[in-house]
């Protein structure tokens, strides 16, 4: 099983258009225990039946923080190491060494991030390793694989657990 982190994983959406998407992150978020950060602005309400229905019934199990630009974002937590996710980014995921409370931030499904949040110097770029000649994958996948990944390094590294019992 998964252990809740002292110091919890944060998934960043920057300008999310889909709903659903948004929606499977935040159910990510409750069975993980990472927090959900949302920063606008978004292509839906956060009252979106959509939204809520992708979700299920897992929305007051994640912990939620909205903010009105990246910036703001970034002002709200200015010793954050983050990861920006791009499809552009030269460095693989697998190439990271993720910690806990570290910041996975993602782009919008139509842009993708943004460069100047790209080339603004907030964080290192990464990605996730795909065949050539496709564009990207959906946002909902992408974050899952990025927090399973962290999740992996980060709780089942091996380093100071204990070897299974031969029962």
């Known amino acids: 099983?998964?252990?809740?982190?002292?110091?919890p994983l944060h998934l960043v959406l920057v300008s999310p258009q889909i709903p659903?998407?948004?929606?499977?992150v935040a159910r990510l978020c409750a069975v993980t225990g990472c927090r959900l950060i949302?920063?606008?602005?978004?292509g839906f309400s956060i009252d979106d039946r959509q939204l809520k229905r992708a979700g299920l019934d897992y929305w007051d199990k994640?912990?939620?923080r909205l903010y009105p630009t990246y910036s703001a974002y970034v002002e709200a937590y200015p010793e954050a190491r983050r990861w920006l996710f791009s499809a552009r980014a030269q460095t693989s995921l697998f190439e990271a060494r993720f910690e806990a409370g570290d910041h996975l931030?993602?782009?919008s499904e139509v842009t993708?991030?943004?460069?100047?949040v790209m080339e603004g110097g907030t964080?290192?770029?990464?990605?996730?390793?795909?065949?050539?000649g496709v564009r990207s994958m959906n946002l909902s996948t992408?974050?899952?694989?990025?927090?399973?990944e962290a999740l992996r390094q980060v709780c089942f590294s091996g380093v100071g657990r204990r070897a299974p019992s031969a029962s």
Do not use: H, K
Not at 38 to 42: D, K, M, S, T
Not at 123 to 132: D, F, R
Not at 142 to 148: E, I, K, M
């Open 105 to 107: 931030v993602f782009g």
């Open 142 to 148: 992408a974050v899952g694989v990025g927090t399973y």
């Open 38 to 42: 949302l920063v606008e602005p978004l």
């Open 112 to 116: 993708g991030l943004l460069p100047e």
């Open 62 to 64: 994640v912990f939620l």
């Open 123 to 132: 964080g290192t770029a990464v990605t996730i390793p795909m065949l050539e």
């Open 1 to 7: 099983m998964l252990e809740p982190l002292a110091r």
């Open 20 to 24: 659903p998407n948004t929606g499977n």
